[in-house]
């Protein structure tokens, strides 16, 4: 709308989006300040996107990957977890690893710890298996564990399959001393002794913290195999001898060493 010489009103359209000066009041008028219905201005800010951290920074992730699981920093370079189901499963899997890859370091570092001051007369722990017991074969032990393992293993798929199923028809009895707060985080009074995280469903900063940790004591396993196929020691030898001469004795002067052998 603007103000013609003669003093008459008459309606023009804007062809152009710069901005027209009224003479009414000698201000601009602009999209920041045309009266909107209700009193509202029209913002000339752009809408920003919220975005999170991801695993390579400035990376857009996955639609199947909305931040809602534990650790998810938007890694699925292969798109395995775009079916619902299987991200499911993904999800219980990746935390069995990490828990067996948290209880193998710390017990692989506890048995090398003591091997190496000498406060017991222990293998190293990739030669372990080998080592014959007085209290049973290895066929025996072998058997036991396979016995035990592929029992305990399948009571989880069960209850992974039908939540709450295995503590609602106990086979043992004693599942619902171990009843789970949900899929994957077992509970009762023998593994969550001091109550941690009841409210499992609001644990997010629990379950946070559990997969990080397990994420890095999968790379540390996997350091762990390197160390033995190269140095043939435990990791605490490989860091007595790195602390010994830190400035040549490193991971890159051990690998060359070796590929050079």
Known sequence: MAVSVSGSLQAKPCLSPSYSRSWLGGRKVGPSN??????RTASRTPVQAQRRPTW??????????????????????????????SLRWYVQAELVHS??????????????????TGISNLPVWFEAGAVKYDFASTRTLLIVQLLLMGFVETKRYMDFLSPGSQAAAPFFGIEAALEGLE???????LLNPLGIA????NAHDWKLKEIKNGRLAMVAMLGFFVQASVTHV?????????????WHRTVVQTLAGSFSH
Request: no cysteine; hydrophobic share 35%; charged share 20%.
């Open 234 to 246: 435990g990791p605490v030898e490989n860091l007595i001898t790195h602390l010994s001469d830190p």
């Open 56 to 85: 390579l920074p400035g990376l857009d992730p996955p639609p199947h990957l909305d931040g809602k699981l534990p650790g998810d920093f938007g890694f699925d370079p292969l798109g395995l977890g775009e079916d619902p189901e």
């Open 198 to 201: 009841k409210d499992i469903k």
């Open 34 to 39: 045309i009266p909107q219905l209700g009193g």
């Open 99 to 116: 828990r067996f890859a948290m209880a193998g370091v710390a017990g692989i570092l506890a048995t090398d710890l003591l091997r190496v």
């Open 183 to 189: 899929p994957g985080y077992p509970g009762g009074p």
